[in-house]
RNA sequence: GCCCUCGUAGCUCAGCGGAUAGAGCACCGCCCUCCGGAGGCGGUGGCGCAGGUUCGAGUCCUGCCGAGGGCGCCA
């Protein structure tokens, strides 16, 4: 597909205005948007409202001499005015028959592939990933899925915390168990917090500590094997619960990795002079932030002690995506707590220079994930929910379901179970998480989640299958005989109608950085589908109805898996 | 105290400055005994409050109220 169909009607219906009432005219975007009312037909221009001051016409002539010059006779129906001046357009059968058979419905690649970078997931080594760990992980994803499928060149980076001062109390710890036996994947979050009570009570371990940070951060051999050795640990760890989230193609570009360049990048800004001496320490100011006292809120480039912060180690990781990845866009999935700081980052690099005016940087804030009694969700004892464990849970839960509907159904349960239950689970988790918007806080509900009914993942799995079901049934008997698509009923002309949007769809995920539009439209999709399911006997109808009808079913099926895929979320052939 | 985000139906949420604000769950009615019952059709019920901008505001701006988060040397 070269172009959505939204991109296309826009392109057509700005020239044919610039040619109207000339090239200087300033027009709405975007200039076409899809009605709310069928009855208003299924696209609708606005523009002769906002057009009427500047071109002293009334707004009802401007659409007529839009409507007149539209230049969309191969796509719509002759567009219709209504008052007080909308041109409104509906599309013609025959352009959506031809669509729909053509395929290729979800992504329409762009003429201007960039080098992205998506910083997402980024879970702190030495540690088990906890639930802050899953919105960003499941939004990155999706997020670099669907840049990627637009053909941008994507990297995906996972910003692990492997650096920082916290690794000279780990790498005490680790000399003095060493004697005792090795670690197990298990252990890291208990490894962690014995360390923890260890440095906070016990002065000698404290100053070990202390040197074993200043060695490693001076590059002592051994020191940094035991660091390396601590690093593989915890990424053996994570890679347990990438495997069970089906999440792949992280690039580990983790913060030590810029310590190198930390020098560099303090030297760049205090020879810009973006960068003074305050309280012992070096501060960036930056325009528009204030403390509690209302005084100037710096940026910490180096404290009192000498040491970094993480600020000069996003700055670096920005700098190096700039201009030595080259980016043109760099996006942060980190949660909305974070925003501060990262204005403050993202600041004082363009003041740097260090980003070039088309490059876009941005902030991809969500909100926290609340239990459900609407607080922040942790276990009983207070902890952060492991993420092994939740996704335990969602897998346990989505098997449990499997079984008792075999069981109604009177049915032997899948031979593959297993799979079977983690794909409904872990689809569930994720299509909770991305059908929300991601800014506010969200409620986690395995009861919600789970239901086969309403705007859930099983629900799309499900809507798959059945048309896997069908296309299977019809697989065994005649062979289509034709492979264009008729579209008689209300009910196929109306699944054609949303099917052509998909493109549509996955472009604005990609515009706002929001993956729950292309939730919303896929459970429109599903929607659409069981109308017309209801109506359009597919199997039972005579040819070439038969083999059109069957064309349709083909195309929802292939919509629901890729976007499906898009979210990260994968179907079965059998639930 | 300042900054950020959020506030839409009983509940969970959509809603790209555009026409009569939409789903799901729950509740009420009707229809379908189907190609795998995710049923289909209809009904009850809502934009926190007050101003402003605009031809037009749930959407933009200001103030207030409420919830959450953040606010100098941890990351």
Redesign the pocket.
Known sequence: MPQTLLALLDERLRSATQLAFGADVELPA?LV?????P???DY?C?AA??LA?ALKQPPMAIAERLAAMAGLEDLCEPPVV?P?G?V?FRLRREWLAVRVAEGDLVAAPTPTPEIAVVDYSSP?LAKEMHVGHLRSTIIGDSLANVLAALGHQVHRVNHV?D????FGMLLAHLEEIRSGENLGIRDVEAFYREANERDKSDEAFHELARRRVVELQAGDVAARAAWAELVDLTKRSNQVVYDALGVGGLEDVG?SFYQPMLDEVVADLEHQGLCVE????K?AFVDGF???D??P??L?IQ???G?Y??AV?DLAALRYRAVELGAKQVLYVVD??????LQMVFSVARKAGWIAPGVTVRHVAF??VLGED?K?LRTRSGDNVKLAELLGEAVDRARQFVVNRAEERSEAPPDDLDEVARVIGVGAVKYADL???R?????FSFD?ML?????TAP?LQ??Y??????LR?AAKGQPPVDLAVALDDDAELALAKTLVATA?AVA?VFDED?P??LC?HL?EV??V???F??A?????SDEPTRSSRLALCDATAGVLRDGLALLGIDVLE??
């Open positions: 975007p948007l899809p009605t709310r009312d009855k208003h037909g609708s606005a409202l906002s001051k209504t007080p909308f409104n702190n915390g650096w920082g001062a916290q913060e305050d309280q012992g320490a501060v204030t403390n509690r209302g005084d809120l710096p910490i404290n009192r002690h040491g912060g993480y180690t909305a707590g974070q925003s501060q700081h909100g926290l609407g922040r059908s929300q918007n800014q506010s806080n969200y409620v919600r239901s086969l009914k309403g705007n629900y499900y809507a299958a059945r048309i896997r079901s069908i049934e549509d604005r929001e729950n539009h919303a459970y599903a929607q589908f069981s109308r399911y209801e359009c006997p597919v199997l039972r059998r639930l």
